[in-house]
């Protein structure tokens, strides 16, 4: 697959539910200033892309993105993949079609929020003109990033995406599903997902919610007080991959995505690490539909939906509740 492939499964569905996909591709991201997709991208054959679909009804009172990660393949870059470790990397794009299937669905069933499907389509590949250890690039965010290692180039592209989620869309939940690290399955095994969040209580709701549904899901720690620092850089404001790989390196590539939407930002931001699940052998198994349907059930018209999420409504909220008061966690 590469991202033609991919972009036209995004149009089907689009064509499916009648909604007409965005679409910023090659050098039109680098001109508006993706520079972690473009960067990413920009040495494959077929040339990378953000797309979006938008599901905005009548009457919705807040809105969320679902970001996901679509490398199609993952050579690694000029920091490149052996040859046992390259085999399977067609899978990288786990979290972006975990989120397109997800998306359907939800909408399908009747979703009463605003819902913005966000694809950061990449081949991570080799050539000429292909991202270089050291390279600095400057990404959606504003923010610059030393390249120190091309093979971490999930976070990359999707830090592009949330920083377009929360610029552009206005979300107030953004949440990124991705095959982000190698780490993921050593931290949560290989049958749950690792979640990381700068809400408890949604951290709580994954956990119950994959319970639920199935799509086991399992805490990362989050402190970006402490761990952040492994990406300090003398000549950027961040380099992309960690000093110290023993300083749970999955819970730090998760805080390089959300330092592009910053710490202090007030929505919910939640990241869910889906390496090792999202495949058994060389087979797919689709984790992360059912996680995304069961964890925003109460935002959908489905009666079973409603049932199984574990996250209540706005008037559920008990007053002078500060979290569970604010519009932006309206559904915790």
Request: hydrophobic residues 40%; aromatic residues 6%; glycine residues 8%.
């Given at each position: 697959m590469n991202t033609d492939d991919f972009l036209e499964e995004i149009k089907k569905v689009g064509k499916e539910l009648g909604i007409a996909p965005t679409i910023i591709r090659d050098e039109e991201l680098k001109t508006r200033g993706f520079g972690g997709i473009y960067g990413v991208g920009k040495a494959a054959l077929h040339p990378p892309a953000l797309a979006v679909l938008s599901h905005t009804p009548d009457g919705a009172t807040q809105t969320i993105a679902w970001v996901g990660k679509g490398i199609v393949y993952d050579t690694g870059g000029l920091s490149i993949k052996g040859k046992t470790t390259m085999p399977g990397m067609k899978r990288d794009c786990g979290g972006a079609a975990a989120i397109l299937g997800a998306f359907r669905a939800a909408v399908m069933q009747g979703f009463k929020d605003s819902l913005h499907a966000v694809?950061?389509?990449?081949?991570?590949?080799?050539?000429?003109?292909?991202?270089?250890?050291?390279?600095?690039?400057?990404?959606?965010?504003?923010?610059?990033?030393?390249?120190?290692?091309?093979?971490?180039?999930?976070?990359?592209?999707?830090?592009?995406?949330?920083?377009?989620?929360?610029?552009?869309?206005?979300?107030?939940?953004?949440?990124?599903?991705?095959?982000?690290?190698?780490?993921?399955?050593?931290?949560?095994?290989?049958?749950?997902?690792?979640?990381?969040?700068?809400?408890?209580?949604?951290?709580?709701?994954?956990?119950?919610s994959g319970r639920k549904c199935g799509d086991l899901v399992h805490p990362l720690v989050y402190c970006p007080e402490l761990h952040f620092s492994e990406f300090a850089s003398a000549v950027a404001d961040m380099k992309n991959s960690v000093a110290d790989r023993d300083n749970s390196p999955s819970s730090c590539a998760g805080l390089f995505i959300a330092s592009h939407i910053g710490f202090d930002w007030p929505g919910v931001w939640v990241h869910l690490d889906i390496a090792a699940p999202v495949h058994a052998g060389e087979r797919a198994t689709g984790f992360g539909v059912a996680l995304l349907l069961a964890l925003f059930g109460r935002a959908s018209e489905d009666p079973l939906l409603n049932l199984v999420s574990p996250l209540g409504c706005e008037e559920d909220a008990q007053e002078g509740d500060t979290e569970r008061g604010s519009k932006r966690r309206r559904l915790v």
């Open positions: 694809f950061c389509l990449a081949e991570n590949s080799v050539g000429p003109n292909a991202t270089r250890p050291d390279d600095i690039h400057l990404l959606y965010s504003g923010k610059t990033v030393e390249i120190n290692n091309t093979d971490a180039e999930g976070r990359l592209v999707l830090a592009d995406g949330v920083s377009y989620a929360c610029k552009d869309l206005g979300a107030d939940i953004i949440l990124d599903m991705a095959t982000l690290t190698g780490a993921q399955g050593i931290a949560t095994g290989k049958y749950h997902a690792a979640v990381l969040t700068n809400s408890a209580e949604w951290e709580a709701a994954c956990v119950e």
